[in-house]
């Protein structure tokens, strides 16, 4: 089992940024595929970028080249970087690991607004 801590969310104008921090706890971090979800009010949660074991990553098409994923497997982390925000970005995002079970984290909300 494992638990996730996400942190780094907030309200930022379209075009700024923002970091986003998963902490993982109490697994074999290395071992699970890793990813971030983002749920935009009255939505369905959605993919928006995944990184496997081996470091394959995979972005939603609207967020590729603002959004960058990235896992240290000595800090147990996980990170979105997201650049060039969009009002259209704006949701509760949220970290995902999977190693046959899956786990979420409790979720970060980001707002992008004039």
């Known amino acids: 089992q494992v638990q996730l801590v996400e942190s780094g969310g907030g309200l930022v104008q379209p075009g700024g940024s923002l970091r986003l921090s998963c902490a993982a706890s109490?697994?074999?971090?290395?071992?699970?595929?890793m990813g971030w979800y983002r749920q935009a009010p009255g939505k369905q949660r959605e993919l928006v970028a995944t990184?496997?074991?081996?470091?394959?990553?995979n972005y939603v098409d609207s967020v590729r080249g603002r959004l960058t994923i990235s896992r240290d497997n000595v800090k147990n982390t996980v990170l979105l970087q997201m650049n060039s925000l969009k009002p259209e970005d704006t949701g509760v995002y949220y970290c995902?690991?999977?190693?046959?079970?899956?786990?979420w984290g409790q979720g970060t909300q980001v707002t992008v607004v004039s």
């Open positions: 109490g697994s074999v971090f290395r071992l699970y595929t």
């Open positions: 990184i496997t074991t081996d470091g394959i990553i």
């Open positions: 995902h690991a999977r190693r046959g079970s899956i786990y």
